[in-house]
């Protein structure tokens, strides 16, 4: 009973170690090394947008009031992916 409380504690302050605006490096993947702002938290997949990062294009077919083409538009990344750079110590 009391290892499951303990589980469900360390999967709440996971989510909220980043926040939207917040200035992360990207630890993985294409754009590993880089930096930039926190767009988006999606908290129930442990995933952020980073803003202009992670991009992947996309088709988008031409509709009302918008022109069709291809986009690139930021993917989200896994929280464990990214890691919030200290203003203090950068």
Same mark, same amino acid.
């Given at each position: +009973? /009391? #290892?499951?409380?303990? &589980?469900? /504690?360390?999967?709440? *302050?996971? =989510?909220?170690? %980043?926040?939207? #605006?917040?200035?992360?490096? %990207? *630890?993985? $993947?294409?754009? &590993?090394? +880089? !930096?930039?702002?926190? @767009?988006?938290? %999606?908290? !129930? ?5 980073? +803003?202009? @990062?992670?991009?992947? &294009? @996309? =088709?988008? @077919? ?5 022109? $069709? #083409? *291809?986009? !690139?538009?930021? /993917?989200?990344? =896994?929280? !464990? ?10």
């Amino acid at each position: +009973e /009391a #290892g499951m409380g303990w &589980k469900a /504690a360390e999967k709440l *302050i996971r =989510h909220w170690k %980043i926040l939207r #605006g917040d200035n992360v490096m %990207i *630890i993985r $993947g294409k754009d &590993k090394g +880089e !930096s930039g702002l926190i @767009k988006r938290v %999606i908290r !129930s997949q442990n995933r952020v947008i980073v +803003e202009g @990062k992670n991009l992947v &294009k @996309k =088709h988008i @077919k031409q509709g009302e009031g918008q022109t $069709g #083409g *291809i986009f !690139s538009i930021e /993917a989200p990344l =896994h929280v !464990s992916n990214v890691q919030v750079i200290d203003p203090v110590t950068g």
